[in-house]
Each structure stands twice: as C-alpha cells, then as structure tokens.
C-alpha cells in the first residue's frame, strides 16, 4: 500500500464495519489509547448505537483507512463521536473529507458537534472547524 493518499483514490462510503475491522483502524490511527478496543462486544454497541459511518478505504485492498461514526437525528443535530485515520495516511486530507461528508450526509439543518481528543485540537483549528466555549459534558465512569 502507497504512504501517501494523493497517489490513489481512496473509496469514500457511508456503511456499516464490525467491531473486529474497527479496533484495527482505531489503534492504527493513535485513537486506540481513548477507546476501549480491547471490549468488541462494546465496540460492537458503539457502531450498533450510531446511524452515520463514512469509511475510506483503499481500492483494491478494501482496507480501511479512515472512519468517521456519528450520531444523528437528521433534523437538528449530529454528534460526530469517533474521526480515526490509519497515521500512515494522516496528513493528506482524509479526516477533513470525512467530516465533511458527515455534514453533507447530516444535511445543511444539523450542527455538527465534537469532542476533540487532546492531541487532536491542533488538526481542528488547523482545518478551520468552529470551537465552541459552552460545551459542558459530565465524563463517563468507565
């Protein structure tokens, strides 16, 4: 597989994965350290609960490159809970074009509405994403 994502056309597609395909992608991408990978049947739950998943892979191969699951209700609102890309392709605008179909899939009446992992605010304000001062959230038990 080619490092750099500008030398293929990666296939961008709403669909659904399995945990197993998930975890891989997860801890390929560094998002792995913040998600509890090691617990398919809850990974399982997390994909099963969401009802927006825009993947990318590579042709050919099919492998997954990047995911982008979120929850939505097609009206209002759109939480975009998990945006991993495989770090050997970080860099090359896949996680921008992620969130944009999930905000074309979501439609133009949803916010669009995430929690940045720490080392991940420095990408968000680098792709221009609007940061908000009154998000509140109480963090879960386990």
Not at 50 to 78: E, F, K, Q, V
Request: aromatic share 8%; net charge neutral.
């Amino acid at each position: 597989m080619q490092k750099s994502a500008h030398h293929m056309e990666l296939v961008y597609q709403r669909e659904t994965v399995d945990a197993a395909e998930f975890a891989d992608v997860l801890n390929r991408s560094g998002l792995g350290e913040r998600r509890p990978v090691a617990d398919l049947g809850r990974l399982q739950r997390m994909l099963d609960g969401a009802n927006l998943t825009i993947t990318a892979r590579a042709p050919g191969s099919h492998a997954l490159i990047g995911i982008a699951r979120s929850l939505t209700d097609w009206s209002y609102a759109c939480y975009l809970s998990d945006l991993a890309v495989d770090r050997a392709f970080q860099g090359h605008g896949i996680g921008t074009k992620l969130i944009a179909l999930t905000r074309e899939f979501a439609g133009e009446e949803c916010i669009c509405l995430l929690l940045a992992a720490p080392d991940a605010v420095p990408f968000y304000k680098k792709i221009g994403m609007p940061a908000s001062e009154r998000a509140f959230l109480y963090p879960r038990v386990k």
